[in-house]
């Protein structure tokens, strides 16, 4: 069973910076591309960056660009999203994805912006 569950949100002022993890089980991590996408309060998800099975080929959403950046630890099975510049329009719920997946996704990790 695929089981991915993600960690790492909080409160935060804007400006601020928070590193998202994701650990994934019940399947082989090594193999398969993973995404982190994003949904807020009335709004559907929205993609924010996706990475390859090496690490190495990276894509992120326009508007993260330079304040976003994905990784990924095979050895441990992790994924993580650290973010930088946060702002209030950042405020969502977070979740990560095998490959583009939508039912994978896990509890997701809370993100608010807030002064």
């Known amino acids: 069973e695929v089981q991915l569950v993600e960690s790492g949100g909080g409160l935060v002022q804007p400006g601020g910076s928070l590193k998202l993890s994701c650990v994934a089980s019940?399947?082989?991590?090594?193999?398969?591309?993973m995404s982190w996408v994003r949904q807020t309060p009335g709004a559907g998800l929205e993609w924010v960056s996706e990475i390859d099975v090496s690490g190495r080929g990276t894509n992120l959403r326009d508007s993260m660009s330079g304040r976003f950046s994905i990784s990924r630890d095979n050895a441990k099975n992790t994924l993580y999203l650290e973010m930088n510049n946060l702002q209030v329009e950042d405020t969502a719920m977070y979740y990560c994805?095998?490959?583009?997946?939508?039912?994978?996704r896990g509890p997701g990790t809370q993100v608010t912006v807030s002064s």
């Open positions: 994805l095998r490959g583009r997946d939508i039912t994978s």
């Open positions: 019940g399947f082989d991590f090594s193999r398969y591309g």
